[in-house]
């Protein structure tokens, strides 16, 4: 059995301490939270969910919808890549959560904004969606 510890809890032991960023280490976290209300929204649209300035590290996002329709999927990410955080998943039940934290990208945990503010978009895939669509962006500032 080994005792081993992770990056930040062994900048803390170091002497001198190394420090860590205020993202990662004793920060502040922040919610972003909204909702959007589809109604026929075409396959391949986006909902722009959080808008999250240069700096941040994102956390956890949670998007919790209605049934959309038999075949939507929806998927979380940037513009850069629709799916930076959450791969396209199935929204044909209802309360359906999708969320960083269990259906995500590990990688994309502790992310960070770099230079510009970002948004983080939800994008629509299958069919029409109709309901309720809810998000939950958690981040840290540096």
């Known amino acids: 059995m080994a ?7 062994t900048n803390l032991d170091a002497t001198p301490t190394v420090l860590s960023s205020a993202g990662d280490v004793h920060g502040s976290v922040r919610v972003f939270k909204d909702t959007y209300e589809a109604s ?37 990410g940037d513009s850069a890549d629709a799916a930076t955080y959450i791969a396209a998943t199935a929204m044909n039940t209802a309360n359906k959560l999708i969320s960083l934290s269990s259906d995500g990208k590990i990688g994309a945990i502790g992310n960070g904004i770099t230079s510009t503010t970002t948004d983080i978009i939800v994008t629509t895939a299958g069919a029409a969606s109709t309901g309720t669509v809810t998000s939950v962006v958690y981040y840290t500032v540096s």
């Open 3 to 9: 005792s081993v510890k992770s990056v930040n809890v």
């Open 40 to 76: 026929s929204l075409a396959a391949g649209s986006d909902i722009t969910i959080a808008r999250l300035p240069a700096g941040a590290k994102v956390v956890d996002i949670h998007v919790k919808a209605d049934a959309l329709g038999s075949s939507v999927t929806l998927s979380v």
